[in-house]
T-cell receptor
Framework: KNEVEQSPQNLTAQEGEFITINCSYSVGISALHWLQQHPGGGIVSLFMLSSGKKKHGRLIATINIQEKHSSLHITASHPRDSAVYICAVYTGSSYGKLTFGQGTILTVHP | GAVVSQHPSRVICKSGTSVKIECRSLDFQATTMFWYRQFPKQSLMLMATSNEGSKATYEQGVEKDKFLINHASLTLSTLTVTSAHPEDSSFYIC???????????FGPGTRLTVT
């Protein structure tokens, strides 16, 4: 079992739908990172959080440290949101190293 | 702020040659840089961690003589793939973090094709 599990692995939505991607981890963490990777390959950092909730535009990330779970929500999804979303955690055992989930492939149709 | 660049974005080289990939932090001092490799449809695999001015720490299974990493300044790290072979073809991504901060900032990646 991977230390970081994401669900679903693939997600298809219609434009305008509310989307949730989940991330569960089995190790102690210092912080959690949500990343976005477009087909061209470049990775964009969406959020880094260690507690509570963060919001940026149509994106919302939450984390529950006790339950070892985080969610990424996209409101009013758009085709340009189509990408791979990756959850990664800083375990703290090796400073600064990330452990990655397998990614969620999101496709938003117009 | 916190922009990381990589050069080149794409490179094609012949088998047996060496190729160098640069990773630069453009607007901050990166005390630690990370090099990742990504195979198609897979997540990122950490190859090595480098701290400015010291030798890189390689992950298990990564050949340090094959993948030479240099982090000579606070804004530049280089990855040299020596005697490249077709199996080295991959997407290589670097990231950088500031001293005292966890957050990694990722570069746009370099796609290496070895013919």
């Amino acid at each position: 079992k991977n230390e970081v599990e994401q669900s679903p692995q693939n997600l298809t939505a219609q434009e305008g739908e509310f989307i949730t991607i989940n991330c569960s981890y089995s190790v102690g963490i210092s912080a959690l990172h949500w990343l976005q990777q477009h087909p061209g390959g470049g990775i964009v950092s969406l959020f880094m959080l260690s507690s509570g909730k963060k919001k940026h535009g149509r994106l919302i990330a939450t984390i529950n440290i006790q339950e070892k779970h985080s969610s990424l929500h996209i409101t009013a999804s758009h085709p340009r949101d189509s990408a791979v979303y990756i959850c990664a955690v800083y375990t703290g055992s090796s400073y600064g190293k990330l452990t990655f989930g397998q990614g969620t492939i999101l496709t938003v149709h117009p | 702020g916190a922009v990381v660049s990589q050069h080149p974005s794409r490179v094609i080289c012949k088998s047996g040659t060496s190729v160098k990939i640069e990773c630069r932090s453009l607007d901050f001092q990166a005390t630690t840089m990370f090099w990742y490799r990504q195979f198609p449809k897979q997540s990122l695999m950490l190859m090595a961690t480098s701290n400015e001015g010291s030798k890189a720490t390689y992950e298990q299974g990564v050949e340090k003589d094959k993948f030479l990493i240099n982090h000579a300044s606070l804004t530049l790290s280089t990855l040299t793939v020596t005697s490249a072979h077709p199996e080295d073809s991959s997407f290589y991504i670097c990231s950088a973090s500031r001293e005292g901060f966890y957050e990694q900032y990722f570069g746009p990646g370099t796609r290496l094709t070895v013919t």
